[in-house]
């Protein structure tokens, strides 16, 4: 069983930042994909970063030198937690979005992987 938790959206002012936290718990064994996306109204979803599971990054052209990903990977005898970070500055209106976590997980159910996506949260940027 996993549990899979998104926080940190919320309205901001043009020029401000935000962190959003993404958490997976559970028995995890590996992960293979963890990124943040994000929808603006009447847009299709399209790719904010993403980090392998070996710390490789990757932006999309909007994010680029404004956001940054990063993540933290803990471990005992029965449970992982993985989180996943995204710092977002200088934040500009067409920033404004939902923001969704994937994290592609192999646990003990599914162990030829399974993609898990937050619910999403709303971030809006606007004085």
Request: net charge positive.
């Amino acid at each position: 069983q996993v549990q899979f938790v998104e926080s940190g959206g919320g309205l901001v002012q043009p020029g401000g930042s935000l962190r959003l936290s993404c958490v997976a718990s559970g028995s995890i064994f590996s992960i293979y994909v963890m990124g943040w996306y994000r929808q603006a109204p009447g847009k299709q979803r399209e790719l904010v970063a993403s980090i392998s599971s070996t710390g490789i990054t990757n932006y999309g052209d909007s994010a680029k030198g404004r956001f940054t990903i990063s993540r933290e990977n803990a471990k005992n005898t029965t449970n992982t937690v993985n989180t996943v970070y995204l710092q977002m500055n200088s934040l500009k209106p067409e920033d404004t979005a939902v923001y969704y976590c994937r994290q592609g997980l192999i646990t003990t159910t599914d162990i030829y992987g399974k993609d898990y996506w937050g619910k999403g949260t709303l971030v809006t940027v606007s004085s």
